[in-house]
């Protein structure tokens, strides 16, 4: 089992900036890979950035050059900073984690971007 606990949402004007942190606790050292993802009202849930079970780093087209994922020493603790925020990355954005091919899930976030 692993628990995920996210925080940093909030309201901003575009162009602005907010950064999200996710940490994760239980069996944290079997984590395969970790990312953030997103859910706008009335769309799926897409992926924002992740790391790769091989630790490499992957970004949704739209956010890249804007958003950067990090993460922590220890690594069971991820960041999202997301520079030069738009009305459309207004969504509920989730941490994941997965452990074994089992998705696991954050309670999620609100960002909303006001233009």
């Known amino acids: 089992q692993v628990q995920l606990v996210e925080s940093g949402g909030g309201l901003v004007q575009a162009g602005g900036s907010l950064r999200l942190s996710c940490a994760a606790s239980?069996?944290?050292?079997?984590?395969?890979?970790m990312g953030w993802y997103r859910q706008a009202p009335g769309k799926q849930r897409e992926l924002v950035a992740g790391?790769?079970?091989?630790?490499?780093?992957a970004y949704a087209d739209s956010v890249k050059g804007r958003f950067t994922i990090s993460r922590g020493d220890a690594k069971n603790t991820v960041y999202l900073q997301m520079n030069s925020l738009k009305p459309e990355d207004t969504a509920v954005y989730y941490c994941?984690?997965?452990?074994?091919?089992?998705?696991?899930w954050g309670q999620g976030t609100q960002v909303t971007v006001s233009s």
């Open positions: 239980g069996s944290a050292f079997m984590i395969n890979a």
């Open positions: 994941n984690a997965v452990v074994v091919q089992k998705n696991y």
């Open positions: 790391f790769t079970s091989g630790g490499n780093t």
